[in-house]
């Protein structure tokens, strides 16, 4: 990727890549009367304080919030760019239930089996690659996928190419051309008129760096404000012996992530080990009253791809909805933010 980048930025390509991205795609785009009309009947729900979602299938939410006694105001999903469909399905199922709001981490790729490891995992993957979509290879994908987003009647979180600054997906090579990517897309959407979709550019804590050059790193991706409405991080307590991470060791980066960027803040995975679990969400709770800018947090026990390439690593697939104590302390989270 890095190669590809440095050849388009001899020989003169730079003034053509920059005219490419600031044109609408041409021809196959239509324009935003294709876009569904939104369900004006359904009256949008009062705004939480703090919005919080749960990673888990519409069909089985109210079985959820029963166990844990707590209803999300948001359900989550992972969808990659490979299975080249819109969300239409999921999205009507989670109206049904009576929830207007859905946080997607929309990946630009084909999975790879875990047991590949991270030297395949992160590898580019043609059409896929920061440059491709940069220059229009998805648009056809990416406007059907705006249009089936514009149609939801509620908020859409659309968390693109997340974890950027780490070096385990294929989207990290190439800096530049993901903030063109960034930006494109945004175009797109904003030109299918989806104007219920916020963008949420999502960073890995990399606690193992220090403060300094984590910071330099990710704002080598940083899109701009115009193109960006919310900041997020993933908050996992891996566990185990390299990577057991308390509550208080998250702060700082959270600070810094608001002091620079001047956005909303989300926690757009949230998880904890199995071992201490109950104070661990106890501060969570704890630290979330003292930050009233970290305005939604996603709960996330999907089964986890750093479980898989570090055997390490504590338990994180044990599952709240039959942990009753660990439930009581999650509902309190979900309550305050409500109240």
Known sequence: MRLLTLNLLTCGATAVLLALLALPAMGVLGGPREVPAA???IAP?????RVFGAYVDPWHVDDWARAVGATPQAIAKFESFSRDRTLAGWARETRRRGI????VSWEPWAPVPVAFGLDVQSRPQPGYRNIDIATGSQDRYIMRFARSLAAFPGTVYLRYAHEMNGYWYPWSRGSTSYRWAWRRIVRLFRLAGARNVRFVWSVNPNLYDPAGV??????RYWPGRRYVDDVATTMINFGGTAKRYPVARFVPRLRALRARFRKPVILAETNTDLTGRVPWLRDLGAMLRTMPWIRALMWSQLPSRSKAHRPGDGVLDWDVQRDPAAAAELAKIVREGVG
């Open 39 to 41: 369900d004006t009947r």
């Open 100 to 103: 207007r709001r859905l946080f």
């Open 214 to 219: 984590w910071m330099r790193n990710l704002r």
């Open 45 to 49: 729900a009062a705004d939480p304080r």
